[in-house]
């Protein structure tokens, strides 16, 4: 499973409840259109750490790397 499958997985399983009902595209805005609260996002930049074995600084958790996934796989690949 590629990095993009790995988050789309995690948040449709564990912040969204497993809800098959929202279609979740790898550029869609997490944040805005309201699929993820602040602690979603917290637990979002958990997993990520954990799951790529990376350091998120808290200057990093900004909207810009967490707005979608593409957007948390280029800022995961830049860590790398």
């Known amino acids: 499973m590629n990095s993009h499958e790995r988050l789309k997985t995690f948040i449709e399983t564990r912040l969204l409840s497993g809800s098959k009902e929202t279609a979740l595209g790898f550029n869609d805005d997490l944040l805005l259109s309201g699929l993820i609260n602040s602690l979603d996002v917290m637990r979002l930049v958990t ?5 790529f074995k990376i ?7 900004v909207i810009e790397n967490f707005q979608s996934i593409d957007a948390i796989v280029n800022y995961v690949h830049s860590r790398q």
């Open 55 to 61: 350091e998120i600084p808290p200057e990093d958790v």
């Open 47 to 51: 997993f990520t750490a954990e799951e």
